[in-house]
């Protein structure tokens, strides 16, 4: 009978450490507008954009196009960096399509996990269809600037629990590094830079996307 349970158990956590994230989609769903070998990485924090699909927002800054994997990257961006941000689109999640942020109705604060915040976000096309979601999941259905308004004002708080994770990462990323990669001299100005030179320069073997994300936030930082 103990056997029994424990197998229970074991097959219960195998199911949920390999069920597919919310946010996620495959990359053949996955709409990215992006260019060069750095595409399907954020370009504030590096996350793999499929992974995050759900969540991602597209604008354009000084003519080009950024790809990031949540609001939160965005915000950073541009308060953070001072970035002049036009044409803002995020997925609806219902069609997994690009759409006009600024038409958007957002589901704030379902039980659905958010993306870089503790506070989802989540943007549907029409309005019935983000009412259905927030009374399956909870939320608040508002608008682009509400939403914005909210990764603003949680911003100081996502960010410190955000540089807290990545640097126990970055530690793993130094570990993964002297252990399973080729050496490089080479010097990064983002995290997703790092990740696209690791797989295009094959510098280490059999690294999964975390990682490889813990790799690009050591060679980002080091």
């Given at each position: 009978?103990?056997k029994m349970i424990v197998?229970?158990?074991?097959?219960?956590?195998?199911?949920?450490?390999?069920?597919?994230?919310?946010?996620?989609?495959?990359?053949?769903?996955?709409?990215?507008?992006?260019?060069?070998?750095?595409?399907?990485?954020?370009?504030?924090?590096?996350?793999?954009?499929?992974?995050?699909?759900?969540?991602?927002?597209?604008?354009?800054?000084?003519?080009?196009?950024?790809?990031?994997?949540?609001?939160?990257?965005?915000?950073?961006?541009?308060?953070?960096?001072?970035?002049?941000?036009?044409?803002?689109?995020?997925?609806?999640?219902?069609?997994?399509?690009?759409?006009?942020?600024?038409?958007?109705?957002?589901?704030?604060?379902?039980?659905?996990?958010?993306?870089?915040?503790?506070?989802?976000?989540?943007?549907?096309?029409?309005h019935t269809q983000a009412?259905?979601?927030?009374?399956?999941?909870?939320?608040?259905?508002?608008?682009?600037?509400?939403?914005?308004?909210?990764?603003?004002?949680?911003?100081?708080?996502?960010?410190?629990?955000?540089?807290?994770?990545?640097?126990?990462?970055?530690?793993?990323?130094?570990?993964?590094?002297?252990?399973?990669?080729?050496?490089?001299?080479?010097?990064?100005?983002?995290?997703?830079?790092?990740?696209?030179?690791?797989?295009?320069?094959?510098?280490?073997?059999?690294?999964?996307?975390?990682?490889?994300?813990?790799?690009?936030?050591?060679?980002?930082?080091?």
């Open positions: 009978m103990k197998l229970v158990v074991l097959f219960g956590m195998f199911l949920t450490a390999n069920a597919q994230m919310f946010q996620s989609v495959s990359m053949q769903k996955a709409q990215l507008l992006q260019k060069g070998n750095e595409k399907k990485f954020c370009p504030v924090c590096g996350m793999n954009l499929p992974m995050f699909y759900k969540t991602n927002h597209v604008a354009t800054v000084d003519g080009k196009v950024k790809q990031y994997c949540s609001l939160h990257c965005l915000v950073e961006d541009k308060e953070l960096n001072h970035q002049h941000l036009t044409h803002i689109q995020v997925v609806d999640v219902h069609s997994l399509q690009l759409i006009d942020a600024h038409k958007a109705y957002y589901v704030v604060a379902s039980k659905k996990k958010g993306t870089m915040s503790m506070v989802s976000k989540y943007a549907f096309a029409l009412q259905d979601f927030a009374k399956k999941f909870g939320g608040k259905v508002m608008r682009f600037d509400g939403a914005y308004a909210e990764a603003k004002k949680d911003f100081a708080h996502d960010a410190r629990m955000i540089a807290k994770k990545q640097k126990m990462m970055a530690k793993k990323g130094a570990m993964l590094y002297n252990k399973m990669c080729q050496k490089t001299e080479q010097k990064f100005t983002s995290v997703a830079q790092a990740k696209a030179y690791v797989i295009e320069h094959k510098l280490c073997k059999n690294l999964n996307g975390k990682q490889l994300q813990a790799l690009g936030l050591y060679l980002f930082k080091r």
